[in-house]
């Protein structure tokens, strides 16, 4: 396996008969100062708060809209209580994303005009 401009650490973690290879990847040098910036921002307080707000509203619409005939029929399968539960990921994930791309332009903004 290549080395992506950092150091390879590799450790086995043993828990009951389950053996888990955990590779962890330093990619500090090779990460950009953006990139730092944008996966701090995304698990920012203020990041995660928003997307589960935003999450809790847009995806009860989302999960009526698209199962609104098996929620009426009270037909709740094992596969369907999945979906449902799915269906908040896509909203929390654009919020997150959006949000930390706002901050992250922000402050590279203001360090562009602090230079």
């Known amino acids: 396996m290549g080395n ?16 888990f290879t955990v590779i962890l990847y330093n990619l500090d040098s ?20 928003r997307a589960i707000r ?18 009426l029929e009270l037909n709740l399968t094992p596969r369907l209580v999945l979906k449902c539960v799915l269906t908040f990921f896509v909203p929390y994930c654009v919020s997150a994303y959006s949000s930390a791309r706002a ?4 402050q590279l903004r ?3 005009a602090a230079k």
């Open 4 to 19: 992506v401009g950092g150091t390879v650490h590799y450790y086995e973690v043993t828990e009951s008969q389950f053996v």
């Open 110 to 112: 203001l360090e562009g």
């Open 30 to 49: 090779a990460m950009s100062n953006e990139s730092r910036l944008f996966l701090n921002n995304l698990f920012r307080r203020e990041t995660v708060l």
């Open 103 to 106: 901050y992250t332009a922000d």
């Open 54 to 71: 935003v999450a809790l509203v847009i995806a009860p619409i989302l999960i009526i809209i698209n199962h609104h005939d098996q929620l």
